[in-house]
């Protein structure tokens, strides 16, 4: 008799979630479909300059993908599955909407893919409704209160921790490849300069300034026009050539943005290919310094190219997934891994790029070109520059500055680090 109640009590609240999820179908599809439209559109119909619908495979397939057969096979999944997917592939939408089209539309105002951006963004928030609409009217009322309870807090402290965790990372890996800084900063270099533009391997076209040599070397201060225009400053008071420019996606470069810097080695291959091309500057000698991502990537063309005669890499920290494990102490790192896997990841996808050679494999390669470190100890993130120095050939040197922020050596010491720096440099390309 209790059962046969309690069968009957339970027939309208089925009735009630399948009217639901018959109702919510065709705006779930809608949604998803915005949501795919815009991946399309951002990859394939109005690509970044420079680069093609072929460059962006990856980033345009998967995702378009995943989106499609979540709407092919929603109706036929349990109401537990229609939530996650609804719920994930909400974020999603509101992920690829705020984080491009929304940070452009408030910075300069939208255009190109930015119209099928700002439609994600409603779409995206429907899904997550329709996700928590599906987990209210599906949620379970005929067991013990104690266990229900219990059941629901473990499910939301799991939610949250997958939320931070992959959701986290994957949002991380998104904004990193397509969000980069867009305006060019104004010039305060102290002394003039040139506008000046080079083209990489791949064919984008690359943006920047350069101050002629006045002592027949010149050093590429990399990345970007903002960050090094102290040191730019600093390097031509010492008579030497500089030369600053926007990255691939950054300023006005063309190309595809990615923060950590995968694939950023061609543009260091242009800049030492177009420093061989000028009058004022004398043949073998050509340095580099490069500041965090930039410090990562001078690393990296050192080893794999003899085109620069001195390197100085300052706030060098990790890429990717292997190099991240090697810096994240343990059990710090276990409690990260699956956001830096799912980080590392989502980069790849996103920029249609695999993940650099690691740091550690390279390092050893630079010698004989002299290598000069620098970093913060208490800045975090640069915690590996120790290990690039222990294994690292000679010459080489490493400095520390405690008190300094990251990559902020010249503003806590500046008369010590021009001292150091200009000195590193006079020794290794002009031979003082």
Do not use: C
């Amino acid at each position: 008799m209790k059962a046969s109640l309690a069968h009957q009590l339970e027939q309208p609240r089925m009735t009630f979630a399948s009217m639901t999820s018959v109702r919510e179908t065709p705006l779930v599809s809608a949604a998803l479909a915005l949501v795919t439209l815009h991946v399309l559109d951002d990859n394939f119909l109005q690509p970044q300059p420079g680069t093609s619908a072929l460059d962006h495979l990856a980033s345009g397939l998967i995702p378009s993908a995943i989106l499609v057969a979540a709407a092919l096979t929603y109706t036929r999944l349990r109401a537990g599955f229609r939530a996650i997917v609804a719920l994930s592939l909400g974020l999603f939408g509101i992920l690829v909407g705020i984080a491009e089209a929304g940070y452009f539309t408030f910075t300069a105002g939208p255009s190109g893919d930015d119209y099928t951006g700002l439609l994600a963004i409603p779409a995206g928030a429907y899904l997550v409704g329709a996700g928590l609409v599906t987990l209210w009217t599906s949620r379970k009322l005929d067991d013990r209160l104690w266990r229900r309870y219990a059941r629901r807090t473990a499910l939301a402290v799991a939610g949250v921790a997958v939320f931070v965790e992959v959701f986290g990372g994957l949002a991380l890996g998104y904004v990193s490849t397509h969000v980069m800084r867009s305006e060019v900063p104004a010039a305060r270099l102290g002394t003039p300069h040139e506008d000046v533009s080079f083209t990489t391997s791949d064919g984008l076209r690359l943006q920047g300034w350069y101050i002629p040599s006045r002592n027949g070397a010149a050093v590429i201060a990399f990345p970007g026009r903002r960050g090094p225009q102290a040191h730019a400053r600093m390097l031509a008071r010492n008579g030497y050539g500089v030369l600053l420019f926007d990255r691939r996606g950054e300023g006005a470069s063309e190309g595809d943005p990615n923060l950590f810097g995968w694939g950023g080695e061609k543009d260091i291959e242009a800049a030492v290919d177009f420093l061989r091309q000028r009058p004022d500057v004398e043949p073998g000698q050509i340095g580099g310094i490069g500041f965090s991502v930039g410090g990562e990537l001078m690393l990296q063309f050192a080893a794999e190219s003899d085109g620069l005669a001195a390197v100085v890499s300052d706030g060098a920290g990790t890429r990717a997934f292997s190099e991240d494990m090697q810096d994240v102490p343990s059990p710090d790192k276990w409690f990260g891994l699956p956001f830096l896997a799912t980080k590392s990841a989502a980069v790849a996808v996103f920029s249609s790029t695999m993940p650099p050679p690691q740091l550690t494999d390279l390092v050893p390669r630079i010698s004989p070109t002299p290598l000069f470190l620098i970093w913060a100890p208490n800045s975090g993130g640069e915690n590996m520059n120790p290990t690039y120095h222990l294994l690292a050939g000679e010459p080489k040197s490493i400095w520390a500055i405690p008190e300094a922020r990251h990559i902020q050596g010249i503003t806590a010491r500046p008369k010590e680090y021009e001292q150091r720096v200009v000195r590193f440099f006079d020794h290794a390309l002009l031979d003082e």
